[in-house]
């Protein structure tokens, strides 16, 4: 089992609607989870991270994260093309090891 | 506040040769982690240096090795390269005493092995 999985996609949504993006991890002690966008050709670039239980938003992203089903999330609303990107989910581990999933290619049609 | 650098960008070598990356933190960042991606892997951990010593080690053969200096500036080398080494290699810093995990990533070195 991989320590980090994401559905690889692609995920593809009409502009305007919600994105819906999962992750599952697999270390019960993780305590902080991050997600980053890449743009093809680009390196990622941090649009949310969240330690606590329950919906962090900001914007137009919400990062939900459920602990005791091991489950973190990123919901993008209103989708513009713009967002068109992969979306990869990151655990930190102990000792300063930050594990990626394979990311998520989303497609938003204008 | 300068981002961070990788350099060369880009290079090409063949097979057998080896590599020197080259990595250039945020200042005031001590710890650098170095990721392969390669389109079927995604993002790989090599690495992650703090202080100038190796902290963290992902699982890669011997052949990628790195330092860090005193001015937490990161190489890695690659030796003995492989056709499957061609990737891009990711250098991120981060802030270890404001211990948020966050990655600043440079723009990469993509390394293509012929």
């Known amino acids: 089992q991989k320590e980090v999985e994401q559905n690889s996609g692609p995920l593809s949504v009409p502009e305007g609607a919600i994105a819906s993006l999962n992750c599952t991890y697999s270390d019960r002690g993780s305590q902080s989870f991050f997600w980053y966008r890449q743009y093809s050709g680009k390196s990622p670039e941090l649009i949310m991270f969240i330690y606590s239980n329950g919906d962090k938003e900001d914007g137009r992203f919400t990062a939900q994260l459920n602990k005791a089903s091991q489950y973190v999330s990123l919901l993008i609303r209103d989708s513009q093309p713009s967002d068109s990107a992969t979306y990869l989910c990151?655990?930190?581990?102990?000792?300063?090891?930050?594990?990626f999933g394979a990311g998520t290619r989303l497609f938003v049609k204008a | 506040k300068a981002g961070v650098t990788q350099t060369p960008r880009y290079l090409i070598k063949t097979r057998g040769q080896q590599v020197t990356l080259s990595c250039s933190p945020i200042s005031g960042h001590r710890s650098v982690s170095w990721y392969q991606q390669t389109p079927g892997q995604g993002l790989q951990f090599l690495f992650e240096?703090?202080?100038?010593?190796?902290?963290n080690k992902g699982n890669f053969p011997g052949r990628f090795s790195g330092r860090q200096f005193s001015n937490s500036r990161s190489e890695m080398n690659v030796s003995t390269l492989e056709l499957g080494d061609s990737a891009l290699y990711l250098c991120a810093s981060s802030d270890r005493q404001m211990n948020t995990g966050e990655l600043f990533f440079g723009e990469g070195s993509r390394l293509t092995v012929l």
């Open positions: 990151a655990v930190p581990t102990g000792g300063f090891k930050t594990i």
């Open positions: 240096y703090f202080s100038e010593t190796q902290r």
